[in-house]
């Protein structure tokens, strides 16, 4: 199994612009999960799925941000308009059955909002 | 609502000497508790994890961790450090009942040749 896939490794934009982050989790992995990583905040959860439901989205900091699963094999994180301060990396994991569970992670997508 | 503290952001040690990451938490319930490791460039992996049970756990690469409820912590421990050992430690908290980890902020572990 090629693990969990994110695209791209690195995104450079200018605020404002629109930014998608892409996600394919492990094939058969009922839960998949957005985490936000910055030197100030740490490792931050962001929004959980469980096949493909979003369960909770508490940790979204705002309406600018916006995560989809149109199907098990796919997921999307969506910054509209993105702002400096959302440069961070952006860590997807997968879950086989349950929260606490092991997560395996992807390799992050590093943003860089200008 | 858990949470973990990990004490030091940056930990060095020589090569060869003890490893000692420490993580303390705090949960209303008998936690669930994780060390990830974070090499560079790469995502987290599971070093070990305490659910129930004997409360020392083996984990991969040499590492151990033991829970002790009287003190609240969970540090992991490596008898004696390798160069590859140099990565980012995430210490991690959930509770039983299918609740998501809290992540610690992590320590950077260096090795010194």
């Known amino acids: 199994d090629a693990g969990v896939i994110q695209s791209p490794r690195h995104e450079v934009t200018e605020m404002g612009q629109e930014v998608t982050l892409r996600c394919k989790p492990i094939?058969?992995?009922?839960?998949l999960f957005w985490y936000r990583q910055t030197m100030m905040r740490g490792l931050e959860l962001l929004i959980y799925?469980?096949?493909?439901?979003?369960?909770?989205d508490s940790g979204m900091p705002e309406d600018r941000f916006s995560a989809k699963m149109p199907n098990a094999s796919f997921s999307t994180l969506k910054i509209q308009p993105s702002e400096p301060r959302d440069s961070a990396v952006y860590f997807c994991?997968?879950?086989?059955?349950?929260?606490?569970?092991?997560?395996?992670f992807g390799s992050g997508t590093q943003l860089s909002v200008l | 609502a858990q949470s973990v503290t990990q004490l030091g952001s940056h930990v060095s040690v020589s090569e060869g000497a003890l490893v000692l990451l420490r993580c303390n938490y705090s949960?209303?319930?008998?936690?669930?508790l994780f060390w990830y490791v974070q090499y560079p460039n790469q995502g987290l992996q599971l070093l070990l994890k305490?659910?129930?049970?004997?409360?020392l756990v083996k984990g991969i690469n040499g590492f151990e961790a033991e829970f002790k409820k009287s003190e609240t912590s969970f540090h992991l421990t490596k008898p004696s450090a390798h160069m590859s050992d140099a990565a980012e430690y995430f210490c991690?908290?959930?509770?039983?009942?299918?609740?998501?980890?809290?992540f610690g902020k992590g320590t950077r572990l260096s090795v010194i040749a």
């Open positions: 991690a908290v959930s509770e039983p009942g299918n609740t998501p980890l809290v």
């Open positions: 094939s058969g992995h009922d839960y």
């Open positions: 305490y659910t129930t049970g004997a409360t």
């Open positions: 949960s209303s319930v008998p936690p669930y």
């Open positions: 799925f469980n096949n493909n439901v979003p369960i909770d």
């Open positions: 994991a997968s879950s086989p059955t349950g929260l606490n569970e092991k997560l395996f």
